[in-house]
């Protein structure tokens, strides 16, 4: 496991704007893994939010396609969430995570930041 630490969340209004940050350690061949962004709902699951490979494919949860756009710079071993047009069902923990090698699934996860979409 490797330590990301999440940044960015926050109260936004309903319809509004957040960017969240998330910043991996030097040393962990960032470029070589899959990194993305779950996030938890108070008494709900965890879900995927969005992904985004070492080529730059992209997946995203049904519920944010079209408003949410995840990106990566390998040089600043950074992976950023930009979400707009924010619902309440946004409110959320959301968490940084890099996924394991060759794998599906999250081999690391941050302490995640908390959003909070109100009226």
């Known amino acids: 496991q490797v330590q990301l630490v999440e940044s960015g969340g926050g109260l936004v209004q309903i319809g509004g704007s957040l960017t969240l940050s998330c910043e991996a350690p030097?040393?962990?061949?960032?470029?070589?893994?899959?990194m993305g962004w779950y996030r938890q709902p108070p008494g709900q699951q965890r879900e995927l939010v969005a992904s985004i490979d070492t080529d730059r494919t992209t997946i995203y949860g049904d519920s944010v396609k079209g408003r949410f756009i995840v990106s990566r710079v390998n040089d600043n071993n950074t992976v950023t969430l930009q979400m707009g047009n924010l619902k309440s069902e946004d409110t959320a923990v959301y968490y940084c995570?890099?996924?394991?090698?060759?794998?599906?699934?999250?081999?690391?996860w941050g302490q995640g930041t908390q959003v909070t979409v109100s009226s």
């Open positions: 995570v890099r996924y394991g090698f060759r794998s599906l699934d999250p081999d690391s």
């Open positions: 030097a040393g962990i061949a960032f470029a070589t893994r899959r």
